[in-house]
C-alpha cells in the first residue's frame, strides 16, 4: 500500500489469470521497465491520451501512477509465459483493464502486435472485470465501455471479436498531440445474462447510467 490515508495511491488488491500463452496479474509501479517499449513507441502512444512518446522519466512515472495505483483500479500487465525452463523475468508486452468502471483500455508491446495477444488478454479480461465491478444492483454497472479514436480499425476488430458492440460515434470530443481534435467510436459489452438493448445502452436507447461519455481510455 502506497499510502495508507490516501485510496487514489493505495495499490489494488493481487490478481491474476492465466491463458495459453499469457498472464495477466496486478499492475505495479515497479512494471516501468516493462512498459517503456510501450510508452516510447510513436506507434503505440499516438493512439493514447498523451498522443505521443513519453521519454521523461518523471512524467512516465506520474502515467504510470495514474493507471495503476488506486483503490478500486484493476489494471493489469500482460506477461508473455515463457517456457518451464526458462529461468528469466517474463516479459511484459501489455497493460490492460480499468481505472474508472465501467471503461476499458489496454496497450501493448509494438514488437507483439499481428500475433493474436491483445484478442487473447481481452478474453481473459472482460470475465474477470465483471466480476470485479460492482453490478448496476451494487451501484456499479451492467456493461463494460471501451473507446477507441476513429481510424484505430485494429482496435475495434479486437474489440469486436471479443463481443463487444460498435454503439456510437461521438465527434470531436477527444484531442492529443498526434491527432489534434478528433472523433471517438465507443463500444459496449453487457454483463452475461443482459443485454445491452435492455440495458438500454445501444443507439436509439436510453439509460439512468448513461450519461455524458468519458475520453477514451488508453488503446
Known amino acids: 500500500m502506497a499510502d495508507p490515508g490516501n485510496p487514489n495511491l493505495e495499490v489494488p488488491v493481487f490478481f491474476e489469470v492465466e491463458t495459453e500463452r499469457l498472464r495477466l496479474r496486478t499492475a505495479y509501479l515497479s512494471d516501468a521497465k516493462g512498459y517503456a517499449p510501450m510508452m516510447t513507441s510513436p506507434e503505440v502512444m499516438q493512439w493514447t491520451s498523451a498522443g505521443v512518446p513519453i521519454t521523461d522519466v ?14 478500486d483500479t484493476f489494471k493489469l500487465s500482460v506477461e508473455l509465459k515463457g517456457s518451464l525452463d526458462d529461468s528469466r523475468q517474463p516479459e511484459i508486452i501489455g497493460m490492460m483493464g480499468s481505472d474508472h468502471w465501467p471503461e476499458i483500455g489496454y496497450i501493448f508491446h509494438p514488437g507483439h502486435f499481428n500475433k493474436g495477444y ?3 488478454a481481452l478474453r481473459a479480461l472482460v470475465p474477470a ?4 465491478m460492482p453490478s448496476a444492483e451494487q451501484g456499479g454497472y451492467d456493461f463494460l465501455l471501451a473507446g477507441t479514436i476513429k481510424g484505430n480499425t485494429v482496435s475495434g476488430r479486437v474489440l469486436e471479436k471479443v463481443g463487444f458492440t460498435e454503439c456510437e460515434t461521438t465527434l470531436q470530443d477527444f484531442e492529443n498531440s498526434f491527432f489534434g481534435k478528433c472523433d471517438s467510436v ?4 453487457a454483463r452475461p445474462g443482459k443485454t445491452l438493448e435492455e440495458l438500454g445502452v445501444l443507439p436509439g436507447t436510453s439509460s439512468a447510467k448513461d450519461g455524458e461519455l468519458p475520453v477514451p481510455p488508453i488503446q
Open 129 to 132: 472485470a465483471f466480476e470485479r
Open 186 to 189: 465507443w463500444y459496449r459489452i
Open 58 to 71: 518523471d512524467v512516465a512515472e506520474q502515467w504510470i501512477k495514474a493507471r495503476v495505483l488506486g483503490r
Open 118 to 120: 491483445a484478442t487473447e
